[in-house]
């Protein structure tokens, strides 16, 4: 483990210098070497966060994935806010989201170099928001943000880079003391389990108890998230072996017990269990791909950090919704009514996460992100290679809906979900990530 570790650190070190090659030759530069607002290249964002992917790998045991997802939801509203001054007709997040205050106010009748405001506000942000930051950690984020200020600095002045750097850091230090306010709950205190045989228990092998019945309570990023849930179950509860029901938990089982070798490693792939060399932790799996659309598309610094804060509106307003509806309606996962109905012995190939089935939460995360994709480009092409640095062939797929498709089905072939919740919880997402789109950031 511990030479996984080092060769993962000296990776991300050699990484702050390969990324950079050439970052900055890709920028637009107009007169003075002052960037016309919106043309500068979103190179060094997308280099960021392709560098913190590195930096977390090896992190062991995993962060938990909704204060991952929490974290990096203000990080991508904190890099939008600290380039919106500089986007032609933008308008601040603050006139939109749900009691978020006026933001630091940029001096436009001086220049800025949008890039290194966002070079600032995301390394201040990730020492911010990521607990899980060894004190190796935060030195390679300091080298990473030094390196990306020298390169700067070969075609900026330093009394420009001074003003944008400290403009940065000023959105930084107010998004995350907004952040401190949103009464974020982990716990379950104050549940109380339902006897009813229907309703979710704590699954084999480890009967953890429940988490996140109280995430419903944190303030929520649109104000339609503060009531948003679930509708009704897509198939009713029912014991009878001729029932949809029934059928749909036996689909489950028959496949626990018939898995190919292509459907554990989509179960796998989508998965994400970090640590230890062996996954991606949350929520870089869902960055990625959203990074390499991006790409794909050429998008310029405007449009990518507009993409990344309504990314961020999306994994954590989709999991408060979710977790709403999951201790609204309670449903016991396959596990516990297969091992009840069928067979006392079976187990899921994944082990099961310790709250209610319905609705699903990968997909709480991937949906409205997926959603607000195809709403900025199309139902595209995709290509993720999330697991690149394992030696795994990139997965293609002919359009996003298609990548959606294989991530809820993947919980399916693990055991921890019904198809049919599956199939419900991509239109949940939908819904959501159509209230983002909504969002007009941009004017023309």
């Not at 390499?292 to 307003?317: P, Q, S």
């Not at 939908?430 to 969002?439: F, R, S």
Request: charged share 15%; aromatic share 12%; proline share 7%.
């Amino acid at each position: 483990m511990k030479s996984l570790v080092n060769k993962h650190l000296f990776g991300a070190q050699r990484w702050i210098v390969l990324l950079l090659i050439g970052v900055l030759s890709r920028c637009q530069l107009a007169d003075h070497g002052v960037p016309k607002p919106g043309e500068e290249s979103a190179d060094l964002v997308y280099g960021w966060y392709k560098f913190m992917t590195k930096l977390q790998l090896p992190v062991s045991p995993q962060p938990v994935v909704f204060i991952q997802n929490r974290a990096f939801a203000y990080i991508g509203i904190g890099l939008y806010e600290s380039i919106q001054p500089g986007i032609k007709n933008a308008t601040s997040l603050s006139k939109m989201l749900y009691q978020m205050p006026d933001m630091p106010q940029a001096d436009l009748s001086k220049d800025y170099l949008w890039n290194a405001s966002a070079n600032a506000a995301l390394a201040s942000m990730f020492r911010l928001f990521l607990g899980s930051l060894t004190t190796v950690n935060k030195a390679s984020i300091d080298s990473m943000e030094a390196v990306n200020y020298n390169r700067l600095r070969l075609t900026t002045s330093e009394e420009v880079l001074q003003r944008s750097q400290a403009f940065g850091r000023s959105v930084a230090t107010a998004i995350y003391n907004w952040s401190t306010t949103d009464n974020f709950i982990l716990t379950s205190e104050g549940y109380t389990p339902l006897n009813e045989p229907w309703a979710w228990v704590p699954t084999p092998p480890n009967f953890a108890a429940p988490v996140g019945a109280n995430l419903q309570s944190s303030r929520p990023f649109l104000a339609y998230s503060l009531t948003a849930t679930a509708p009704a179950l897509p198939i009713p509860y029912s014991e009878d072996p001729s029932s949809e029901f029934y059928k749909a938990a036996k689909e489950v089982y028959d496949l626990g017990v018939t898995l190919t070798d292509e459907q554990k490693a989509i179960a796998n792939w989508w998965a994400d269990a970090g640590g230890s060399g062996v996954g991606v932790p949350a929520p870089y799996h869902i960055l990625s791909i959203v990074t390499r659309v991006l790409e794909d598309r050429h998008a310029g610094l405007w449009k990518a950090v507009e993409v990344y804060a309504k990314t961020g509106i999306a994994i954590k307003d989709g999991p408060i919704t979710t977790f709403r509806a999951k201790y609204q309606y309670n449903l016991l996962r396959p596990i516990t009514y297969i091992r009840r109905h069928l067979d006392a012995n079976w187990l899921s190939y994944l082990v099961n996460p310790p709250y209610p089935d319905y609705p699903s939460g990968l997909i709480s995360n991937y949906g409205p992100v997926v959603q607000v994709l195809i709403r900025e480009f199309g139902d595209i092409p995709v290509t993720d290679d999330a697991y690149a640095w394992r030696g795994l062939p990139a997965r293609q797929f002919n359009s996003l809906s298609d990548l959606l498709a294989q991530a809820a089905v993947s919980r399916v072939y693990a055991g921890i979900h019904y198809r049919s919740t599956q199939n419900a919880s991509i239109e949940i997402g939908k819904k959501l990530g159509d209230e983002i789109a909504k969002l007009r950031l941009v004017g023309p």
